[in-house]
């Protein structure tokens, strides 16, 4: 687990190279065990491949989303605020697992925050994922989880760099 919190870097540049189905079923059998509060799983993923949805789910928002048109996959996080009050919580958990699970795949991954942010002056980001992805009301959509073949290559966070100050021993 530390090596690949070691190299792990946002992703958001994709090569042309598909994602074999074994790792999308493994990204699935992933997110199905992350862990939820009382093991109520208040989350529910869309798994979009279709380059044209993945267009315009690049468009949610004005700024840090244009990086889900080159993906391979786009994985559309949303939660049910009725089921769980830590839903966000849930999700969030379940989205970091997601990230993890690729890396460890050979895949990069990228973080699209959606809950909260406006797709313009009239319709928030979730507004407009919904009307996309026609999403039932009971959900609520916290992020899209980016994902494919890197195109790009970062080193991962040097030791010497972390911010260790924030952490305090009692």
Request: proline share 7%; aromatic share 6%.
């Amino acid at each position: 687990m530390i090596d690949l919190l070691r190299t792990r870097r946002s992703i958001r540049a994709y090569t042309d190279r598909p994602i074999e189905p074994e790792k999308i079923e493994i990204l699935k059998e992933a997110l199905l065990r992350s862990p939820s509060s009382r093991e109520i799983r208040p989350w529910r993923f869309y798994f979009v491949q279709s380059p044209g949805t993945l267009e315009a789910l690049s468009r949610c928002k004005p700024h840090g989303a244009s990086f889900l048109k080159t993906a391979h996959l786009g994985i559309v996080v949303c939660g049910e605020p009725d089921q769980s009050d830590v839903w966000v919580e849930d999700c969030s958990i379940a989205a970091l697992v997601a990230h993890l699970t690729a890396h460890g795949l050979g895949l990069g991954s990228c973080w699209c925050q959606v809950r909260k942010r406006d797709h313009d002056d009239d319709t928030t980001a979730e507004g407009y994922v919904r009307s996309v992805l026609g999403l039932p009301d009971n959900l609520t959509v916290e992020a899209i989880v980016a994902v494919g073949y890197p195109a790009e290559e970062k080193p991962g966070v040097p030791a010497n760099s972390l911010p260790v100050g924030k952490i305090t021993m009692v």
